[in-house]
């Protein structure tokens, strides 16, 4: 298909291990969220890619955490050393600049035992 | 700090009849707002944009409204079908700020 594709849809890790998560946007678009939600809650922004510019890490909450973004395209998003409040749904967006129309992933949803 | 809220956290309403949603935002400066629609288990879906500059927005079988006198936005859902059941966030941003400020959601419950 030619929407956004995370994997795995489904993680399940002891705490302290480490863990990966994958976007693959839409061909083509140059903006890429990561986006953290927690059961029943709303959404937490994490990080922002654009382009080739220098990516927004404003939202990740702390040094376990980080992205990167191959290529312009696939991004991977790191979780060192998982603890149990790391457990939510990981959401991936992608959109071709900003212009509000954002295109969601059906998210990697991380727990950690 | 500026934030984007929500009046109800759950809204029911009967099948066939119209729903209206609601959000608050505090920051006068926000001028695009966006509505999106998220269903169990999957990621939050696109369903209407409006800019500062307009009061109404209509799409299919859905209206969005702006009231920047008192800071509101709506989203109305005209002939609620059982599968407009879903969590409902509303979103701001300042220009073309690519920093959306989301709200806290609504779920909405369809009554057969």
């Known amino acids: 298909g030619a929407g956004v594709s995370q994997s795995p849809s489904n993680k399940v890790t002891e705490k302290g291990k480490d863990v990966e998560l994958r976007c693959d946007p839409i061909?083509?678009?140059?903006?890429l969220y990561w986006y953290r939600q927690s059961l029943g809650q709303g959404l937490e922004f994490l990080i922002y890619?654009?382009?080739?510019?220098?990516?927004?890490k404003s939202g990740l909450p702390s040094d376990r955490f980080s992205a990167e973004r191959t290529g312009g395209s696939v991004s991977t998003l790191t979780i060192q050393r998982t603890q149990q409040e790391d457990s939510a749904v990981y959401l991936c967006?992608?959109?071709?600049?900003?212009?509000?129309?954002?295109?969601f992933g059906e998210g990697s949803r991380l727990t950690v035992l | 700090g500026e934030s984007v809220g929500l009046h109800l956290p759950t809204l029911s309403v009967q099948e066939g009849d119209n729903s209206i949603i609601n959000c608050a935002y505090s920051n006068s400066a926000s001028d695009y707002f966006i509505w999106y629609k998220q269903e169990s288990g999957k990621g939050p879906q696109f369903i209407i944009d409006i800019r500062s500059n307009m009061d109404k927005r209509q799409g299919q079988r859905v209206t969005v409204l702006l009231n920047k006198t008192v800071k509101h936005l709506s989203l109305q859902i005209a002939a609620t079908q059982p599968g407009d059941s879903a969590v409902y966030f509303c979103?701001?941003?300042?220009?073309?700020?690519?920093?959306?400020?989301w709200g806290a959601g609504t779920k909405l419950i369809i009554k057969p």
């Open positions: 061909s083509g678009h140059t903006a």
């Open positions: 890619f654009q382009g080739n510019s220098a990516p927004d």
């Open positions: 979103a701001e941003t300042v220009g073309s700020n690519y920093q959306l400020i």
């Open positions: 967006a992608s959109g071709s600049d900003f212009a509000g129309e954002l295109f």
